[in-house]
């Protein structure tokens, strides 16, 4: 364990990056996955719900404080001092960084603990008054996430600058970790608040597992707060347009847990059962890349390698479409054994499956489209470029808000994962067509060349899938879990060996796991 760890101390190569981030994020999804599987197993559906409907006003902070400032601002302005050999520079805007964000986010805090009671009741209005009561309590013990979280973050983005990626990936296992432990052990006794405990004390070990490292690379604690230094105020400038777009997302979800609270007991918690499923690929084949490469992203934009920054996008666009396409017709024609295999135990039954895996099935038709726009918004952030992103992120807020509202009226929670859908697919062309307007020298014709091939491999392999599936079901009986694993798991291998065949065959563009691996070789203009 220890001489594998070693090959990741330090700076971290773009190609390796890569692979341990998807190494671990796939673990971690893993742990989502066994996490969701107990909370619905140990916890009544309708009971899920308000442990749904109390993370959206502390996500809220998170999002609007914190995670733009570190996502869009922090990360490209503290790559560029430590790039030009000013590390103890660095160091003391990270500090003042920390300090002022940390004063909002204690005073918003403060605010909505207060306040906790009314919102409540105005974003879940259709809760009975037990559940809403419930909420508020849950609601109130989470908003010490976003203080811990403001913290870690911080350190992420310190130890993501300095291309170290082991530690910040290995954070959120700890964090799911914990959720899982406290559910297991726990939950039949304090019921929905025994995840909320874990979800605490995850948020402690996300952050505690970061500081040594951080320690290590020179960063020192100091009470120092100064608003007018001219490199903390372009970062607040960078992140002010950033955070208004992921306000305008979380208002979104409140917005959706709102009509979803309306729509039947467990209609929240299913919407948000089957968007983790369908996160899970976006994440480890969308989110993975896009935080490997935006520190160097960054950096060609930095020393101005416009060559190198188009190759870099152009490579990572590819290897998101070879993964996310094929995925899509997995999750769609396997969504019913996915859920049976993840959810359908415990208090979870036949009813909420069926209405899951439908669920997830609309919800996987975007799948392509949401793994590309972390990808496409990074590549704004790394050229300083924040407000774009954020007004195609509110046009597409708008759009999701009113469809989802149309759409549920007529499709329940099925058209609220409609609605996602098309929001999706609007953000990210429009980010592409922006980015090809802006004359970043993507081969638009090599993405479309590999996007037919990659689709025509997709649906070939898709079509020996659902056959093994279907001479499965026809011979064997699913009705235990060993039987639906074995279809799935024989499903899967058919697809697999075909979906390689099929990319030999076509000549799909080659691009290993290593991306970026000509990275140092790349032209500078």
């Known amino acids: 364990m220890f001489k594998f760890l070693n090959k990741f101390r330090g700076e971290n190569s773009v190609s390796g990056a890569t692979k341990f981030l998807v190494a671990t994020l796939f673990l971690s999804n893993v742990l989502g996955v066994i996490r969701d599987h107990f909370l619905a197993q140990k916890i009544p559906t309708t009971l899920l719900d308000t442990y749904y409907a109390g993370f959206r006003l502390p996500d809220l902070i998170f999002n609007v404080l914190i995670l733009g400032a570190i996502s869009a601002a922090f990360i490209p302005i503290f790559t560029g001092l430590v790039s030009a050999g000013k590390k103890q520079r660095a160091f003391e805007v990270a500090n003042k960084v920390f300090n002022l964000g940390l004063i909002f986010v204690l005073i918003s805090i403060a605010a909505l603990f207060l306040l906790m009671p009314i919102l409540v009741k105005i974003y879940v209005p259709d809760f009975v008054l037990e559940k809403q009561e419930i909420t508020i309590k849950l609601a109130r013990w989470f908003l010490l996430s976003p203080l811990l979280f403001s913290i870690s973050y911080l ?272 953000n990210a062309i429009t980010l592409f067509i922006i980015l090809i307007y802006q004359k970043v020298q993507i081969s638009v014709l090599r993405l479309l060349k590999n996007f037919s091939k990659i689709l025509l491999a997709s649906v070939l392999s898709a079509i020996f899938l659902q056959i093994a599936k279907v001479f499965y079901g026809s011979v064997i009986d699913l009705d235990r879990f060993v039987e639906v694993f074995g279809q799935f798991a024989i499903a899967i291998g058919i697809w697999l060996i075909s979906y390689w065949a099929f990319s030999k065959l076509l000549k799909i563009d080659k691009f290993q796991l290593n991306i970026f691996q000509n990275y140092e070789n790349f032209p500078t203009k």
């Not at 605490?200 to 020179?218: D, E, I, N, Y």
């Not at 007018?228 to 970062?235: C, E, L, M, P, S």
């Not at 919407?271 to 520190?295: E, H, K, R, W």
């Open 155 to 426: 350190f992420s983005g310190i130890l993501n600058s300095f291309k170290h990626f082991v530690v910040t990936a290995l954070a959120p296992l700890f964090y799911n970790l914990s959720i899982i432990i406290f559910t297991l052990f726990l939950a039949d006794r304090v019921g929905v608040f025994a995840p909320a405990y874990g979800v605490v004390f995850g948020a402690l070990l996300h952050l505690g597992v970061q500081l040594p490292s951080v320690v290590k690379r020179g960063w020192r604690y100091r009470i120092i707060i100064d608003i007018k230094d001219q490199t903390v105020r372009k970062i607040l400038k960078l992140m002010l347009p950033r955070s208004v777009g992921l306000g305008a997302t979380q208002i979104m979800l409140i917005g959706f847990t709102a009509i979803a609270s309306g729509l039947g007991g467990g209609s929240v918690a299913i919407y948000n059962l089957s968007d983790n499923i369908q996160t899970m690929p976006m994440v480890i084949f969308g989110i993975s890349i896009a935080q490997a490469a935006f520190p160097y992203l960054s950096e060609c934009f930095s020393v101005k390698k416009n060559k190198s920054f188009a190759c870099l996008l152009e490579n990572a666009i590819l290897m998101v479409m070879y993964f996310l396409i094929p995925l899509t017709a997995v999750f769609i024609l396997l969504r019913a054994q996915i859920v049976r295999i993840i959810l359908g135990s415990g208090h979870f039954g036949w009813e909420q499956t069926i209405l899951t895996a439908d669920t997830l099935a609309i919800f996987s038709l975007s799948l392509l489209f949401s793994g590309l726009v972390p990808l496409l918004a990074r590549a704004f952030y790394a050229r300083e470029n924040t407000k774009i992103p954020t007004i195609v992120g509110l046009a597409t807020v708008l759009i999701v808000l009113v469809l989802g509202w149309v759409l549920a009226r007529f499709y329940g929670v099925l058209g609220l994962a409609g609605a996602i859908s098309i929001g999706s697919f609007f």
